[in-house]
């Protein structure tokens, strides 16, 4: 509905717009009504002439002067008010075209032109009214002022039929002069004779001419002929809005848009709007502008609607913004499905195809960007709501298996397992990490609903496929169930319903109930992913009460729910989880706003990149790590690398320098970092608060930051480090937050050492982050206040998968933290050190985790625990 306003809005806009700039019109308007009005009452004579009233039904006598004033009033409005129309119909028509295609509701710009006629009509009449009443002062004002309208009304409907049908402007012109002359004058007693003529009375101003005379003398309202006049302007304007239709309609427009030779991607996209605005509407809402990757989330879609009515179903019940993702997440593990199902091909080739496409995907997730349409949908995806891409590799991993024929699943363990394995690292997982991104609002507890779910959905997609699976040699039901209602796989392959088929598919449907059920009842949902689970798990119930009404059914074809109860509740859930949405409105999804998919480089290669991780650059002094075990390392450790201003300075150089030469170290400290195993290290690279510096030490230290990030690729991001930025983007320039995110994306699989750079990071910001999105949670009723913990704050930090600071070390002499990951290091050991950090190398991180190992830990317990890494609050 808003969208519909703002369209509405656009088009009034726009209509005003066009009528405003036409500006002969308003002079026209201002002089010729005036001079004409002037003319015609001084310079004919008064003589009285018969005029035949019909809305009184007999002759009246008028002055001569006055009868052809008000012809020339309504003669003067005709032309004005019929060429401006004229002009702005045919001007705009352009524009409309555009709007068009770009999914207005044609409507909405039929309603906007109606509403500028009726407005400008008004104004105009009004205008002329006021004039005459300068000569004398009708007997109704009020019928004088209506009979201009008409007057004016009609000939804007005129003006609006001619530019629907004519192309040249001075044509329509031409056309709404002659009309309006041969009509008004044929009707002026004073130039015709028989103007009481009773064919006259099918002329179009008629009514008008009729209204304006009997103002004049008549107290009462000749409605008759004001509504003639009116029919004739609706009857008009209907015709012009047919002919506009025509004009404006999507064959007329793919022709006028083929006539300008759109090709390609071009053309793809102009037919999707088209032929499906709605849809075209969905992608603009997601932020999808590219072709290719449009073309993509197509084929993701039609991939899941082939899987049947209640996959098609759930992106529906999503805001608009979620749904390509939705149908990419489900659209890649289909096609994995489809690539490892290929009955035409042998196992090898199949084993093959699954291999190459999780090769190209890995690739091209590196790249940011795909040639291949759905590879393109799925980066894009990924890219766009900034989810990893782990778990791919496993799910590849399962799907090989399948292609070269997996064993038969014997228990129910056995079934979870596979399920688990074909749809958790992946696809279920991507879905808890949408849900939890930003503005989603879900809770942690929510992930028990959702397994409950997918066992259900995993159970009915097993039922559905069950011949299917069986003439591949693979049926998916645990072998014990087989065995048990006496059900064999050569059966269900020949369509035969041996043994008891039909009580072990009342079994499977009354466990996928219950599943059901536990998908409803678990967690404490944000309440439209609550609507929408609700609505999900009707429509599989419909569909398990058709299986349970005739199970033989599966054997023959797939089962669907009855279509009508099916579409009603998806009608009924859809207008439950909008309705929760607009009531939760602060929480509504929104596309992260920093992330930007960076696009190919010309050079990119075409090929993945397979080479192998390098290692650590070795120490240049040959130094080595001390061996300690690994319970006496830190899992964390944090470096607040202080002291480059003094170490330049004491140099006789700009603090800028020190900056620049603090690379060295940072690179140092990460091979060292590698070496003695350290899984996690945070950099504080800038604080919140440095930003008070000279603005030109910031500018500097934000460019070695961007020049790092773009050149230190086989330095430093061809080792086993994953890049993670902890901060803000504000007031950060966006091409470092761009580069931020694109390092983090392009290592995001690596399990070396993570690497936090906290830039653009302060510690109080980062809690009152947390405390801003608990207390959102809490607005929306899904978190009570009394139930926050640290573990709900933790979960609401920038990383929250971060764990707790073991070691935080400070080099430089100084000895404090710096507004430096407060919450994570209230039992980090504290090692300062005295060097600065430009003269800092791997050795005294080496050093600093040796101290570590020598402390005593305690955590507020008696018990000594010698660097023992503590427990992050969250984790567990
Ligand atoms: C730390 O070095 C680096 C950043 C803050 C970016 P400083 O610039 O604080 O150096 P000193 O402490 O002034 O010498
Ligand atoms: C802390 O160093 C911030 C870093 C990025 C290293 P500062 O030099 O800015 O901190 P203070 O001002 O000495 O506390
Ligand atoms: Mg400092």
Redesign the pocket.
């Known amino acids: 509905m808003r969208w519909w306003v703002r369209c509405l809005g656009t088009a009034v806009r726009h209509a005003a717009l066009e009528q405003a700039r036409n500006r002969l019109a308003l002079v026209l308007v201002l002089f010729f009504i005036p001079l004409w009005l002037n003319l015609a009452y001084w310079v004919l004579p008064g003589d009285p002439v018969r005029f035949f009233l019909r809305a009184a039904g007999r002759p009246v006598s008028l002055d001569a002067n006055t009868v052809t004033q008000l012809s020339g009033a309504l003669h003067s409005l005709a032309l004005i008010v019929g060429f401006m129309m004229f002009l702005a119909t045919s001007r705009s028509g352009g524009f409309d075209h555009r709007l068009v295609l770009a999914g207005y509701p044609r409507l909405c710009l039929l309603l906007a032109r109606s509403g500028v006629l009726l407005v400008t009509a008004a104004l105009t009449a009004g205008y002329a009214t006021a004039w005459v009443c300068a000569f004398y002062l009708p007997e109704r004002l009020d019928v004088m002022a209506g009979a201009f309208m008409v007057g004016a009304l009609t000939y804007g409907g005129v003006g609006i039929l001619l530019a629907a049908m004519l192309r040249s402007e001075l044509a329509g012109m031409f056309v709404v002069i002659m009309v309006s002359l041969i009509d008004l004058t044929l009707q002026n007693p004073v130039a015709n004779p028989s103007a009481d003529s009773p064919l006259l009375r099918w002329l179009p101003a008629y009514g008008a001419v009729q209204g304006a005379v009997s103002a004049v003398g008549l107290g009462a309202v000749p409605w008759r002929q004001l509504l003639l006049g009116l029919c004739w302007s609706a009857g008009l304007t209907a015709a012009g809005v047919v002919a506009f239709t025509a004009r404006t309609s999507r064959r007329a427009s793919v022709r006028a848009l083929l006539g300008r030779r759109v090709t390609g991607p071009a053309l793809r996209m102009v037919t999707l709007r088209l032929l499906h605005p709605v849809r075209a509407r969905v992608y603009r809402q997601a932020g999808v502008h590219d072709a290719v990757v449009v073309k993509g989330y197509e084929i993701c879609r039609r991939l899941v609607r082939r899987s049947g009515p209640v996959e098609a179903a759930v992106p529906q019940l999503f805001p608009a913004r979620l749904r390509p993702v939705l149908w990419a997440v489900y659209g890649y593990g289909r096609h994995l499905d489809d690539l490892s199902d290929t009955r035409r091909l042998g196992r090898q080739d199949r084993y093959e195809r699954v291999s190459r496409f999780g090769a190209l995907l890995e690739a091209d997730l590196r790249r940011g960007h795909s040639e291949d349409p759905l590879r393109a949908a799925v980066v894009h995806a990924l890219w766009t709501w900034d989810l990893p891409g782990d778990g791919m590799a496993a799910t590849d991993r399962v799907y090989r298996q399948d292609a070269q024929g997996t064993s038969a699943l014997a228990t129910w363990d056995d079934w979870s397992a596979y399920w688990h394995a074909l749809t958790f690292p992946f696809g279920v997982k991507r879905l808890l990490n949408l849900f939890t991104a930003p503005g989603l609002a879900f809770v942690p507890t929510d992930a028990e609903a959702l397994r409950a779910w997918t066992d259900a959905f995993n159970l009915l997609d097993t039922l559905r496929d069950l011949r299917e699976d069986a003439a591949e040699g693979f049926v998916k039901l645990p072998s014990a169930v087989l065995d048990e209602y006496g059900v064999s796989a050569g059966d269900l392959a020949r369509g035969q319903a041996a043994g008891r088929f039909a009580d072990m598919v009342h079994a499977m449907t009354a466990r996928a109930r219950q599943w059901l059920e536990q998908a409803t009842t678990a967690g404490a949902q944000h309440p439209p992913l609550a609507a929408a689970l609700r609505t999900v798990v009707e429509l599989h119930l419909l569909e398990l009460d058709r299986i349970d009404r005739n199970p033989r059914a599966l054997l023959k074809g797939p089962s669907r729910a009855d279509p009508v109860r099916f579409h009603c509740t998806l009608a009924r859930g859809r207008f439950r989880v909008a309705r929760a949405w607009r009531r939760h409105a602060r929480s509504a999804p929104h596309l992260p706003p920093t992330v930007t998919l960076p696009q190919p480089a010309a050079d990119s290669p075409a090929a993945p990149d397979t080479r192998p991780l390098l290692p650590p650059v070795p120490h240049a002094g040959g130094a080595r790590p001390p061996r300690l075990p690994a319970h006496l390392r830190p899992r964390h450790a944090a470096i607040i690398?202080?002291?480059?201003?003094?170490?330049a300075v004491r140099r006789g150089l700009p603090?800028t320098a020190?900056?620049d030469a603090?690379q060295r170290a940072v690179r140092e400290t990460v091979y060292g970092a590698l070496e003695i195993g350290l899984p996690c290290l945070s950099l504080y690279?800038?604080?919140t608060e440095?930003r008070e510096r000279p603005a030109a030490e910031i500018a500097a230290?934000l460019r070695l930051f961007q020049d790092g990030l773009d050149t230190e690729t086989e330095e430093v991001w061809r080792r086993d480090v994953r890049l993670r930025w902890s901060g803000v983007p504000d007031g950060l320039p966006p091409d470092l937050v761009r580069s931020l995110r694109r390092t983090e994306h392009l290592t995001r699989d690596r399990t070396g050492l993570t690497l936090n750079m906290c830039v653009n990071y302060g510690g109080r910001d980062e809690i009152a982050h947390a405390a801003r999105a608990l207390a959102r949670q809490v607005a929306d009723g899904t978190l009570s206040p009394d139930a926050i913990t640290p573990r709900h704050v933790a979960a609401q930090l920038h990383l929250p998968d971060l764990p707790d600071v073991d070691l935080l070390i400070r080099t430089?002499g100084?000895q404090r933290t710096s507004n430096f990951l407060p919450w994570q290091s209230t039992y980090a050991e504290l090692v300062f050190l005295d060097t600065?950090?430009p003269d800092v190398d791997r050795t005294h991180l080496w050093q600093a985790v040796a101290a570590y190992a020598r402390r005593d830990r305690r955590f507020g317990t008696t018990r000594s625990t010698p660097g023992t890494p503590g427990e992050h609050p969250f984790q567990g």
Do not use: V
């Open positions: 690398m202080d002291g480059n201003g003094r170490w603090r020190g900056h603090g690279s800038l604080s440095n230290i430089s100084e600065l950090w």
